[in-house]
């Protein structure tokens, strides 16, 4: 198979992912919603979403990214027409933003849960609001999931690039605030390095979808000055005189991935 057909099959296959996310997150959104009545409510009044209506607020978090509006139609169990005149109403687009705003913390809170918790305990509310979505993210509806793995294990790195690979085929209002917040990040403060590493993933993911634009794209000035807060926090973490009391391995690991990314950074500027 040529590189570009492994990178469209590859692409195909993380949209499958991207779908049983917010299939999920549709399911435990809606598992005690009631669906309103209109006996006693005068013809013209508005008396709330149904449930098929409802269900589509959550699914067009798919729209345009990963599914055009039959798609979606289709998972909603609705007409493609109805679909189409709801996404002109403010009420549904409120509420698909409110729905993507939810989603959208959740993701960001267990980023940042599995960033953080390599360095210190973190809140137990943060644990509790995102308990749920791990259980989801560790079971067999996602590519990375291992049955070698302990389910309650919150250290196993692949979550995060499962993560990556899927938020480009969010809406962008699930994307834009985890990507703000990402590049947000000082060079020096914990777990910089870590966010700065999944911002360039998740950038290279949503715009290079063949090998040959991906030396074009990388020399954007804003994708090099990601490289470049990368590097001077690296540098940063190397000079901080408590270094030493960490163990060798762990130092060891830092100095190579400085190497590794001042390299790459030189080979996209020469090629």
């Not at 954007?220 to 190397?238: G, M, N, Q, S």
């Amino acid at each position: 198979m040529a590189s570009e057909d492994r990178i469209k099959s590859g692409r195909q296959e993380i949209k499958k992912y991207a779908i049983s996310l917010v299939k999920w997150f549709t399911r435990e959104s809606l598992k005690n919603y009631v669906e309103p009545e209109r006996l006693g409510v005068q013809k013209g009044n508005q008396i709330g979403f149904s449930l098929k209506k409802e269900r589509s607020t959550c699914l067009m978090m798919l729209y345009p990214n990963c599914l055009r509006l039959n798609g979606i139609a289709n998972l909603s169990g609705v007409p493609s027409g109805s679909l189409r005149t709801w996404k002109r109403e403010r009420d549904f687009i409120d509420e698909v933003i409110v729905g993507s705003y939810c989603l959208s913390e959740m993701i960001q809170n267990e980023i940042e849960f599995h960033v953080m918790e390599k360095y210190f305990p973190l809140d137990p509310e943060i644990e509790k609001s995102i308990g749920k979505l791990r259980l989801h993210l560790n079971s067999k509806n996602t590519y990375y999931y291992n049955p070698q793995d302990d389910p309650q294990d919150s250290n196993n790195s692949n979550v995060l690039m499962y993560l990556s690979d899927i938020l480009p085929f969010l809406n962008s209002s699930i994307s834009l605030p985890i990507m703000k917040w990402l590049l947000s990040q000082t060079p020096g403060d914990i777990g910089t390095r870590e966010y700065l590493g999944l911002a360039y993933r998740i950038l290279r993911n949503a715009h290079v979808t063949k090998d040959k634009e991906f030396k074009k794209w990388a020399r954007r000035p804003a994708i090099l000055e990601i490289h470049k807060k990368w590097i001077e926090d690296h540098i940063d973490f190397l000079m901080d005189p408590e270094i030493a009391k960490l163990p060798r391995d762990r130092i060891e690991r830092s100095i190579k991935l400085l190497k590794k990314d001042i390299f790459e950074t030189l080979d996209i500027l020469a090629s």
